[in-house]
């Protein structure tokens, strides 16, 4: 075998032995992937009995008695545990207020020497942010929907 057959094949040798111990990194990534999601899903079967349980109770207090270990105001509190753990906040949808064709105009003359300078002096970014500022001051006041510059 020539030098530099044998130097290939070290080099070889050297890249196989690096690609295996990043395999056995990867299978190593991957075993503790495993081992988080079956504790999530334990974690999230644990928290369904719970939740049925204190279904259970509020509803043997709810037919006028008193569950097995429950007093009323025990009770009152599982039912805000209970909405605050299944409850989801609603969130009203912002309402968007768009430019008129006069606002548009508007913004266009405000800027200097409206076409001339259009064409010559500002352009289109300058228009651009006109408009985003009227946007913004248009909207300021709508909930959801920031007006910060």
């Known amino acids: 075998m020539s030098a530099l057959t044998a130097a290939a094949n070290d080099e070889d040798g050297d890249i196989i032995d690096q690609l295996r111990a990043e ?54 509190q599982q039912a805000t545990v209970k909405e605050s753990l299944t409850a989801r906040p609603a969130q009203p949808a912002a309402q968007w207020i768009e430019l008129t064709d006069e606002d548009r105009q508007a913004v266009f003359e405000s800027l200097p020497n409206a076409l001339e300078g259009f064409l010559k002096l500002w352009g289109w970014l300058h228009f651009a942010k006109a408009i985003e500022a009227k946007l913004r001051e248009k909207n300021s006041g709508v909930h959801g929907i920031r007006g910060e510059a």
Not at 30 to 48: S, V, Y
Not at 59 to 69: D, F, K, Q, T, Y
């Open 23 to 76: 395999n056995a990194q990867l299978r190593q990534s991957l075993l503790a992937i495993q081992d988080t999601l079956e504790m999530t899903a334990r974690a999230g079967a644990a928290h369904a009995r719970a939740l049925a349980e204190l279904e259970a109770q509020m509803e043997a207090v709810g037919a006028g008695g008193v569950g097995p270990l429950v007093t009323r105001g025990q009770a009152e």
